[in-house]
């Protein structure tokens, strides 16, 4: 099956700097790629997604990336904000073979953004 | 909208008892699943259900069990608790095979 490998697994940065976090994936038939965010105390939210027919996608201070042929993609936040601090997941699926939306997750990256 | 409910948000277990997460959506989704998040581990799937009456298992079935008799309800049954079943649960649940999943606030759960 797929494994999702993540990381870092906790990074620290600056108000105002940028934030990475990669992640590789093992199935080459995976081809949806979504990135929750928890907050503390709270279930993940999806912030972004990307599917294996586009490279490179953004929403505004967030962009995520994908290498097809290397089998990873990473997570990029610009400018970053104290309200950015939380535990992101990256995720991975084979959207034709994998019934019922089943995700495998990385292990997730607690991000501090410090003032 | 409620969204996806769960209860209850905390508990703690002897080993050995039962027990039944709750979990409600308010969406009219079809799918629902059931993870566990252990430290540095990610989510794992335990279980889901593509629609009323259809279950199947995930990753990490063993150790329990569910039923989805309506479309809003997705409980989840541990039969003997044991340690290793210390984790913090969500349920999700999303309208489509490959949409957005939404997630409850979780269930800590803990077995002494």
């Known amino acids: 099956g797929e494994n999702v490998e993540q990381h870092p697994s906790t990074l620290s940065v600056q108000e105002g700097d940028s934030a990475v976090i990669k992640c590789t994936y093992s199935d080459s038939a995976s081809n949806y790629f979504p990135w929750y965010k928890q907050e503390l105390g709270k279930g993940p939210q999806l912030i972004i997604d990307?599917?294996?027919?586009?490279g490179e996608k953004k929403d505004q201070r967030i962009a995520v990336t994908l290498n097809k042929t290397a089998k990873h993609f990473s997570l990029h936040i610009t400018e970053t904000q104290p309200e950015d601090s939380a535990v992101y997941f990256c995720a991975a699926k084979d959207e034709i073979k994998a019934a019922g939306n089943k995700l495998t997750f990385g292990g997730g990256t607690r991000v501090l953004v410090k003032p | 909208n409620a969204g996806v409910t769960q209860t209850p948000k905390f508990r703690i277990l002897k080993i050995g008892q039962s027990m039944t997460l709750q979990c409600a959506q308010d969406m009219n989704h079809n799918y629902m699943y059931w993870y566990r998040q252990d430290p540095g581990m990610g989510l794992k799937l335990i279980y889901y259900?593509?629609?009323?009456?259809?279950?199947d298992k995930g990753e990490v079935p063993n150790g329990y069990n569910v039923s989805r008799s309506t479309t809003e309800d997705f409980p989840l049954r541990l039969e003997l608790a044991a340690p290793s079943q210390t984790s913090v649960y969500f349920c999700?649940?999303?309208?489509?095979?490959?949409?957005?999943?939404?997630f409850g606030e979780g269930s800590r759960l803990t077995v002494l």
């Open positions: 259900s593509v629609g009323a009456g259809i279950t």
């Open positions: 990307i599917r294996s027919n586009v």
């Open positions: 999700a649940s999303s309208r489509t095979q490959s949409g957005e999943l939404f």
